[in-house]
């Protein structure tokens, strides 16, 4: 019966809250459809009920996203910043409420991946929230902003790293990091991130899956050093990882643990057909 009570009111509060936000409102322009939310006078008109307030701002931009998701109209680069600094002040307003940090890390950023500026203000806010709210989930968002829409490999894969090793992370992110530094062609710190998981990990099939990850990197980084050999040799990029073999700079090209195929890429850089997937119906060890 308390809960009951406690809902309804909470229900009645939210409802003020909104009515007296919607004061606050500033008209928009004509050619914008988003208000942009001042958090200086939401402080001031509900001091004493910032959690309110920011729920109030948040209920808003759900509803305008969901009437925009189906196509009641389309927003600009303008007015999806409106839609992105919103968002910030529910979060000034609460820091830790997790609902809008989610809906600008899992949902925006394929929004405004086109709108400059956006990623780099969603981050801002997502670095702002790890302050206050424990949660893998808030880093794993702004690492794959970094490393996906933002094309920073390496800095993306650290923020992922650091994802990885809070309480409540799912194992397939120990797996993934590895991975994302060798793409970005940092196999040394893609070794040393795998040989630094296997030190932690108890799980003895997540074990399996890392040593198979380390063999299959520490073998790209020594055919990557091979190939930086020939290069610093012959001032040229070998036309194939094979030719190192013919020069005599590898006695044999090893096997990729994931059944794939060794190659180098452009920017002389060396990958796997595998991607460092399992190729079905392999059995490379």
């Given at each position: 019966m308390f809960?009951?009570?406690?809902a309804v009111l909470l229900v009645v509060l939210s409802y003020f809250v909104m009515e007296?936000?919607?004061?606050?409102?500033?008209?928009?322009?004509?050619?914008?459809?988003?208000?942009?939310?001042?958090?200086e006078k939401l402080l001031l008109s509900f001091p004493t009920f910032k959690g309110a307030a920011a729920d109030a701002v948040y209920i808003y931009t759900s509803y305008l996203l969901g009437a925009e998701a189906v196509g009641k109209f389309s927003l600009s680069?303008?007015?999806?910043?409106?839609?992105?600094?919103?968002?910030?002040?529910?979060?000034?307003?609460?820091?830790?409420?997790?609902?809008p940090y989610y809906m600008l890390g899992a949902y925006l950023p394929w929004k405004v991946k086109g709108c400059k500026g956006a990623l780099e203000e969603i981050n801002g806010a997502l670095?702002?929230?790890?302050?206050?709210?424990?949660?893998?989930?808030i880093p794993f968002f702004i690492g794959f902003n970094y490393f996906y829409f933002q094309k920073e490999r390496a800095k993306g894969a650290a923020v992922l790293?650091?994802?990885?090793?809070?309480?409540?992370a799912p194992s397939y992110l120990k797996l993934l990091?590895?991975?994302?530094?060798?793409?970005?062609?940092?196999?040394?710190?893609?070794?040393?991130?795998?040989?630094?998981?296997?030190?932690?990990?108890?799980?003895?099939?997540?074990?399996?899956?890392?040593?198979?990850?380390?063999?299959?990197?520490?073998?790209?980084?020594?055919l990557q050093r091979a190939v930086d050999f020939y290069v610093s040799r012959f001032k040229s990029c070998p036309s194939s990882l094979e030719e190192l073999v013919r020069k005599g700079i590898l006695s044999s090209i090893p096997k990729d643990p994931y059944g794939g195929?060794?190659?180098?890429?452009?920017?002389?850089?060396?990958?796997t057909t595998s991607n460092l997937r399992p190729v079905k119906g392999s059995s490379r060890r």
């Amino acid at each position: 019966m308390f809960r009951l009570v406690a809902a309804v009111l909470l229900v009645v509060l939210s409802y003020f809250v909104m009515e007296r936000a919607e004061r606050f409102k500033p008209v928009p322009p004509a050619e914008l459809t988003v208000p942009l939310f001042s958090y200086e006078k939401l402080l001031l008109s509900f001091p004493t009920f910032k959690g309110a307030a920011a729920d109030a701002v948040y209920i808003y931009t759900s509803y305008l996203l969901g009437a925009e998701a189906v196509g009641k109209f389309s927003l600009s680069c303008k007015e999806w910043m409106r839609v992105v600094k919103n968002l910030e002040v529910a979060t000034r307003l609460d820091p830790r409420f997790f609902d809008p940090y989610y809906m600008l890390g899992a949902y925006l950023p394929w929004k405004v991946k086109g709108c400059k500026g956006a990623l780099e203000e969603i981050n801002g806010a997502l670095l702002r929230g790890e302050k206050f709210i424990d949660d893998w989930r808030i880093p794993f968002f702004i690492g794959f902003n970094y490393f996906y829409f933002q094309k920073e490999r390496a800095k993306g894969a650290a923020v992922l790293k650091r994802a990885a090793s809070m309480k409540g992370a799912p194992s397939y992110l120990k797996l993934l990091v590895p991975r994302l530094y060798a793409k970005s062609g940092r196999l040394e710190l893609a070794v040393a991130a795998t040989e630094e998981e296997l030190k932690r990990v108890k799980d003895e099939k997540l074990r399996k899956e890392l040593r198979r990850r380390l063999r299959a990197l520490e073998r790209m980084l020594l055919l990557q050093r091979a190939v930086d050999f020939y290069v610093s040799r012959f001032k040229s990029c070998p036309s194939s990882l094979e030719e190192l073999v013919r020069k005599g700079i590898l006695s044999s090209i090893p096997k990729d643990p994931y059944g794939g195929r060794f190659v180098i890429r452009e920017g002389c850089r060396v990958w796997t057909t595998s991607n460092l997937r399992p190729v079905k119906g392999s059995s490379r060890r």
